[in-house]
């Protein structure tokens, strides 16, 4: 079965810090680009990040840009969204992706073709 799992969201204080963790079952993310996005209810779901295939490379959402950083576990099957100094419009349920391309990190959804099920990440004032 082919699956991404989320972990990691909980209910923090604004100033606080979360590791999220991605973990794939059934498929690789080793190769690949990963990217983390976040959707408010009430918004459209947002573009965090993504990490291309060997992790040297980067790319970050402006409304995260010096606050959360995207990684690769050792193990080649696990990518971290480490989060740092949480506010509460961070709220949201945080999702991962796999991308389509090994070293694409575009923003735009449809160059990701598995997604996970989601953490919801709530931050209070």
């Known amino acids: 079965q082919v699956q991404l799992v989320e972990s990691g969201g909980g209910s923090v204080q604004a100033g606080d810090s979360l590791r999220l963790s991605c973990t794939a079952s059934g498929i690789l993310l080793g190769g690949y680009a990963v990217g983390w996005f976040r959707q408010d209810p009430k918004k459209e779901r947002d573009f965090i990040g993504a990490i291309n295939w060997s992790g040297r490379n980067t790319n970050y959402g402006d409304s995260v840009k010096g606050r959360f950083t995207i990684s690769r576990g050792n193990a080649g099957n696990t990518v971290y969204l480490q989060m740092d100094s949480l506010k509460p419009e961070d709220t949201a349920v945080y999702y991962c992706?796999?991308?389509?391309?090994?070293?694409?990190?575009?923003?735009?959804?449809?160059?990701?073709?598995?997604w996970g099920q989601g953490t919801q990440v709530t931050v209070s004032s």
């Open positions: 992706a796999r991308g389509k391309y090994n070293s694409d990190l575009s923003p735009t959804r449809d160059n990701y073709d598995y």
